[in-house]
């Protein structure tokens, strides 16, 4: 019975890590987990998040989890981050396909997206975010 019930857990983990692997910016966040970038809608972590492994852009994604900004759009609504790697160290980008400016997040903390040198000035991160990158 035990076997049973663990080979169709790991039957279920499979298959769902499939269809989340190949659909993930058509849902709201589920969670953040291990490895992630956790985007929030609200400073200091709070409100709805959005969690993505990923480099890329967060085209079609939305904030889940509930509390402020519950389903609304990742792409220029994020004013915290949260880098849940402890391997890689993450950028948010301005601009899509990591252009522009952008905010360091150091692996393992997390940041209130705000104000970063640009071009002589600077540029507020705060709701402008559009895609996202991991470096060493």
């Known amino acids: 019975m035990l076997v049973k019930k663990a ?6 983990a499979t298959i769902g890590g499939i269809l989340i692997g190949t ?15 956790c985007l929030y809608y609200s ?3 709070g409100g709805a998040f959005f969690g993505k492994s ?8 939305y904030f889940g ?5 519950d389903g609304q759009a990742v792409i220029n609504n994020a004013a915290s981050v949260e880098n849940l790697s402890t391997w890689w160290n ?3 980008y301005y601009g899509p396909d990591l252009s ?10 997390w940041v209130n997206l ?10 507020d991160m705060r709701n402008n975010n559009h895609s996202q990158g991991w470096w060493i």
Request: aromatic letters at 4%; glycine letters at 24%.
């Open 7 to 12: 080979a169709a857990l790991l039957a279920a």
């Open 23 to 37: 659909t993930p910016a058509l849902a709201s966040s589920g969670g953040c987990i291990s490895g992630d970038a």
């Open 43 to 45: 400073p200091n972590k």
């Open 54 to 61: 990923e480099t890329g852009n967060y085209d079609g994604a």
């Open 65 to 69: 989890g509930g509390g402020a900004g």
């Open 90 to 92: 993450l950028r948010v």
């Open 100 to 109: 522009g400016p952008n905010q360091y997040v150091p692996k393992g903390q």
């Open 114 to 123: 705000g104000p970063v040198p640009w071009n002589g000035g600077s540029v």
